[in-house]
């Protein structure tokens, strides 16, 4: 990745180029087919990657019963930021005698070390995280077993370090907490659930309170501010099969909010964030911004159209601009980590990307863990521990780290008016049970963006296209690809025949 940092800065620190154009791309946002979940924004209402031309007073002539029912392609300024203005609709009046629910999506993690393992299984028995070509679907739960097995040590180790297990259920709890707090505070008496993607409580078991406790308009809120087919899209490609076959499910009303980064709210409580720790630095003006945000295949991007890497791009530009406003004009960069297997990642690498700095002389590093709103293991261990220890190793002298948002009050009042903003638009397009069976989600691009990715996943390129001998990259995926044909041919005779030493250690006979 090219970068450039901010015109202050020095040139030797890579940063983030700006791209006038990113409001006109799909990854800009997921786009509406049915209902707008997005706030008013400057001079028209901001519906996710459309602009209606409509001021929020003229909202009945724009958008019909079944939403968006005039709009067009528009180019948005890159500092225009979704600011948190209620789209004029008073809560009470799309409140009413519903029952209002926000169901927040996570990933979850295991709070003891005993539920490392089994929380392992369920990441990578995920299609989403490891795909396989269709001849070798049937193998997907066999893989994750052993690679949860294989990994469960190590993993161990990093929970261990931090306490034993991941804080992310007690944090995401208390911000559903706080956000019911805030909703009814904003004259909206809404539940609010959490639903964890691999570890309790799961999304199924919040599904199964909403349905208990009657809601009838439901708010998706998944707590990933840019929207991944490897998040967001997992959790949500999992909720569609479950409203699909729920009666109940069905008939609720609900709506999605599936990317929130250009959030006013958001920005500010970053910018906030960011200009408090950047004080503790004896020369502030001299401090690196390093963004650090969770890496995703390549090939997610390239080749199934995953919007991840443009809103990451976009939401630094945007934290940047509001630290500019407050005369923080440092140097920045970004750089994504937590990569795993022989593939390539998004680039630059966190660890290289370090190691760069200290070699071009950079003393003061300030990490700020970007796609992240809750600690856990990728904040308190990765970046703390490790990422820390190699910036001190590459002549780094000061290290700062900028903590996740947790309940930071700007950040929870912002969610809460995002809920609220949506409400109005809860169900629009659910005029049938037809149409409602048919898609989950009333910003329709989240479908068709789960389905193109799902119709190339077996067309995805490999990284590399030839072979180059010795300890290269190329070499190294090679053999990466060697090593798991091996794997899989084992698991092909051990599932065949019964016998082999996963047998033996008691392996496969788990999920028979």
């Given at each position: 990745?090219?970068?450039?940092?901010?015109?202050s800065?020095?040139?030797?620190?890579p940063?983030?180029?700006?791209?006038p154009n990113f409001s006109f791309?799909?990854?800009?946002?997921?786009?509406?087919?049915?209902?707008?979940?997005?706030?008013?924004?400057?001079?028209g209402?901001?519906?996710?990657g459309l602009?209606?031309e409509?001021?929020?007073?003229s909202?009945?002539?724009?958008?019909?019963?079944?939403g968006?029912?005039?709009?067009?392609?528009a180019?948005q300024?890159?500092?225009?930021?979704a600011?948190?203005v209620?789209?004029g609709?008073?809560?009470?009046?799309?409140v009413?005698d519903d029952?209002i629910?926000v169901?927040?999506?996570?990933l979850?993690?295991?709070?003891?070390?005993?539920?490392?393992q089994p929380f392992?299984?369920?990441l990578?028995?995920d299609?989403?995280?490891?795909?396989?070509?269709?001849l070798?679907?049937?193998l997907?739960?066999?893989l994750?077993?052993?690679?949860?097995?294989?990994?469960?040590p190590?993993?161990?180790?990093g929970y261990?370090s931090?306490?034993?297990?991941?804080?992310?259920?007690?944090?995401?709890?208390a911000q559903?907490e706080?956000?019911?707090?805030?909703l009814?505070?904003?004259?909206?008496?809404?539940?609010v659930?959490v639903?964890?993607?691999y570890?309790?409580p799961?999304?199924?078991?919040a599904i199964e309170?909403?349905?208990r406790?009657?809601i009838?308009?439901l708010?998706?809120?998944p707590?990933?501010?840019?929207?991944?087919?490897?998040t967001s899209?997992?959790s949500?490609?999992?909720?569609?099969?479950i409203?699909?076959e729920d009666?109940y499910l069905?008939?609720m009303?609900?709506?999605?909010i599936?990317?929130w980064?250009?959030?006013?709210?958001y920005?500010?409580?970053?910018a906030?964030l960011?200009?408090?720790?950047?004080?503790?630095?004896?020369?502030?003006e001299?401090?690196?911004?390093f963004?650090?945000?969770?890496?995703?295949?390549l090939?997610?991007?390239?080749?199934?159209?995953?919007?991840y890497?443009?809103?990451?791009?976009e939401?630094v530009d945007l934290?940047?601009?509001e630290?500019?406003k407050r005369?923080a004009i440092?140097?920045f960069?970004?750089a994504?980590?937590?990569?795993?297997g022989p593939?390539?990642w998004?680039?630059p690498?966190?660890?290289e990307t370090?190691?760069?700095?200290g070699?071009?002389?950079v003393k003061s590093?300030?990490a700020?863990?970007?796609?992240?709103?809750s600690e856990?293991?990728?904040?308190?261990?990765?970046?703390?521990?490790?990422?820390?220890?190699?910036?001190?190793?590459s002549?780094i002298?000061?290290?700062?780290?900028?903590?996740?948002?947790?309940?930071e009050?700007t950040?929870i009042?912002?969610l809460a008016d995002?809920v609220?903003e949506s409400?109005?638009?809860?169900g629009?397009?659910?005029v049938?049970n037809?149409?409602?069976?048919q898609?989950?989600?009333?910003?329709?691009?989240?479908?068709e963006l789960?389905?193109a990715?799902?119709s190339?996943?077996?067309?995805?390129p490999p990284?590399v296209t030839?072979w180059?001998?010795?300890?290269?990259k190329s070499a190294?995926?090679?053999?990466g690809r060697?090593?798991m044909?091996?794997v899989l041919?084992l698991l092909?005779l051990e599932?065949?025949?019964?016998?082999?030493f996963l047998h033996?250690w008691?392996?496969?006979p788990l999920?028979?």
């Amino acid at each position: 990745m090219s970068a450039a940092s901010s015109p202050s800065s020095s040139s030797c620190i890579p940063s983030v180029p700006r791209n006038p154009n990113f409001s006109f791309l799909l990854s800009r946002s997921v786009l509406p087919r049915a209902a707008c979940s997005f706030p008013s924004h400057r001079n028209g209402i901001r519906c996710s990657g459309l602009h209606l031309e409509a001021s929020p007073s003229s909202l009945g002539s724009s958008i019909s019963r079944r939403g968006c029912a005039v709009a067009r392609y528009a180019p948005q300024p890159l500092g225009a930021l979704a600011t948190s203005v209620a789209p004029g609709v008073p809560s009470s009046t799309v409140v009413g005698d519903d029952k209002i629910g926000v169901l927040l999506l996570n990933l979850g993690g295991p709070e003891t070390l005993e539920d490392v393992q089994p929380f392992l299984f369920n990441l990578f028995a995920d299609p989403d995280i490891i795909r396989l070509p269709r001849l070798f679907r049937f193998l997907q739960r066999p893989l994750a077993q052993f690679i949860s097995v294989l990994r469960a040590p190590k993993s161990k180790e990093g929970y261990a370090s931090i306490g034993g297990g991941s804080p992310l259920r007690q944090i995401t709890d208390a911000q559903a907490e706080e956000l019911r707090k805030s909703l009814w505070a904003k004259d909206v008496p809404a539940k609010v659930y959490v639903g964890m993607r691999y570890w309790h409580p799961f999304t199924e078991e919040a599904i199964e309170q909403i349905k208990r406790d009657g809601i009838t308009k439901l708010v998706v809120l998944p707590l990933y501010p840019q929207f991944s087919i490897s998040t967001s899209g997992s959790s949500l490609r999992l909720l569609e099969s479950i409203f699909r076959e729920d009666e109940y499910l069905v008939n609720m009303q609900h709506t999605v909010i599936p990317s929130w980064y250009q959030r006013e709210g958001y920005i500010k409580a970053m910018a906030n964030l960011i200009e408090e720790e950047l004080k503790t630095f004896d020369d502030p003006e001299k401090v690196v911004i390093f963004f650090s945000a969770h890496g995703v295949p390549l090939a997610y991007v390239e080749e199934a159209g995953d919007p991840y890497k443009a809103e990451m791009e976009e939401c630094v530009d945007l934290i940047m601009e509001e630290l500019e406003k407050r005369r923080a004009i440092n140097s920045f960069t970004l750089a994504y980590q937590s990569r795993v297997g022989p593939v390539e990642w998004l680039k630059p690498y966190t660890d290289e990307t370090i190691i760069d700095l200290g070699k071009k002389g950079v003393k003061s590093l300030l990490a700020v863990p970007i796609s992240f709103v809750s600690e856990h293991i990728e904040t308190l261990e990765e970046i703390d521990v490790e990422y820390k220890e190699l910036a001190l190793n590459s002549g780094i002298e000061k290290w700062g780290r900028v903590p996740a948002l947790g309940c930071e009050p700007t950040f929870i009042s912002d969610l809460a008016d995002a809920v609220i903003e949506s409400l109005p638009y809860v169900g629009a397009m659910a005029v049938s049970n037809l149409e409602a069976r048919q898609s989950l989600v009333p910003l329709g691009s989240v479908e068709e963006l789960l389905a193109a990715y799902d119709s190339q996943r077996r067309e995805l390129p490999p990284p590399v296209t030839f072979w180059e001998w010795g300890w290269t990259k190329s070499a190294e995926t090679w053999n990466g690809r060697a090593a798991m044909l091996a794997v899989l041919v084992l698991l092909v005779l051990e599932v065949t025949t019964g016998e082999g030493f996963l047998h033996q250690w008691g392996v496969l006979p788990l999920f028979r």
